[in-house]
């Protein structure tokens, strides 16, 4: 048990929080906006203090006064540099600077993979409608250093590029964009996690979403259907590409790609847990590790190498306009079906452009994989 600081105390931390506190037994010291919902620090965290995660000199203060012994942010990737900053201000282990700039954006980040011969997209960086391109269509077009779906469209003719570009732009704090080759092939995302520069597959997911233009996610299955030489495939790249990062320390979220002919492609990959329940619940119901509080223990410099093995199938689906004819029956009457370990529904039902949009889901642990 320990004295944690998690940067982020909204809605969508609940199931991170619930599962340090209540399993983890570990006590929890919250930051966030007072502006912001801060449901999840109300419901578990014995201390909430009202201040934004880029206040870091305020928090690293309030963490040595406290006597925290951890800190992490789980699973928001701009919170990263301020986490680095309080664990190197409070003596804790992290990545170094050095992989903190490899993985500051998208670009930077397959600069470096490209450098070190890491099976990437063809890219190229633009800054405004008027760049021109020279990746043949189709092509990806979205933000540099935004997540979550934000920002990202397909685009099939030239007609379209600029307004893609646009679109990106909106969601692009520094204002670049990435075009990059578009690999039309399964899509999977492998969670990791990493102590002293050593590497723990824990499991690999497979991943559904609206497709063309906008990618939303609207359903994660563990573990993925995969054929050993696949699978493979797939945990050589993942680790050949965090040692190409320079990770030493925490959890990673990669996405990667097949193209026809089954060769793999990394898309991204987040220095942190990844959303949408997948470390949260999925990686525990389906390996029975616990993703969660290993990441806290790599946070303090405790950390336990992890055992996992295939217990069960897993998965999430995710509720919209788009899968409520499917979905919806699952979450309201989730009494009614065994496999279904968690449900909610907590905004509108809209159709989707990013996977804020999203507005409920439910959670299914099960001995084959649930189709809908």
Not at 245 to 251: F, Q, T, V
């Amino acid at each position: 048990m320990a004295k944690i600081a998690v940067l982020g105390a909204n809605y969508q931390y609940s199931t991170f929080y619930r599962q340090a506190v209540e399993v983890g037994g570990h006590e929890i010291i919250a930051f966030g906006r007072q502006e912001d919902d801060h449901i999840a620090a109300d419901r578990y965290a014995s201390k909430f203090y009202p201040i934004s995660f880029t206040e870091k000199e305020k928090i690293l203060e309030v963490c040595k006064n406290e006597g925290v012994e951890g800190v992490t942010s789980f699973l928001i990737e701009s919170a990263l540099p301020y986490v680095y900053y309080i664990m190197r201000g409070l003596g804790l282990p992290c990545n170094s600077p050095e992989c903190e700039r490899l993985t500051a954006d998208k670009y930077t980040m397959r600069e470096q993979l490209r450098k070190e011969g890491v099976s990437i997209p063809q890219y190229e960086i633009v800054r405004s409608p008027k760049d021109h391109i020279d990746i043949p269509l189709p092509v990806i077009i979205k933000p540099s250093d935004s997540g979550g779906s934000r920002g990202i469209t397909l685009v099939h003719s030239m007609t379209e590029v600029s307004s893609a570009i646009d679109r990106s732009l909106e969601w692009s704090p520094s204002k670049t964009v990435l075009v990059e080759q578009y690999i039309a092939g399964r899509e999977f995302s492998i969670e990791g996690i990493s102590y002293g520069g050593k590497h723990h597959i824990l499991q690999v997911t497979d991943k559904v979403t609206t497709g063309s233009p906008y990618f939303v996610e609207l359903a994660h299955h563990q573990p993925a259907a995969l054929s050993p030489e696949q699978r493979n495939s797939i945990e050589e790249l993942t680790l050949s590409m965090l040692d190409a990062l320079k990770i030493e320390y925490g959890a990673s979220h990669t996405e990667i790609r097949f193209d026809a002919k089954d060769k793999p492609y990394v898309i991204e990959m987040g220095a942190r847990m990844g959303g949408g329940f997948i470390s949260s619940d999925l990686v525990r119901l389906s390996t029975g590790y616990d993703f969660v509080n290993g990441t806290v223990e790599v946070s303090t410099g405790k950390f336990t190498e992890p055992v996992v093995e295939p217990i069960a199938y897993s998965g999430v689906y995710l509720l919209c306009e788009e899968t409520m004819a499917k979905v919806l029956p699952y979450i309201t009457h989730a009494s009614e079906h065994p496999e279904v370990v968690d449900a909610d529904i907590w905004g509108k039902i809209q159709t989707v452009k990013c996977n804020s949009d999203r507005g409920g889901y439910f959670i299914y642990q099960s001995d084959h994989k649930l189709e809908l």
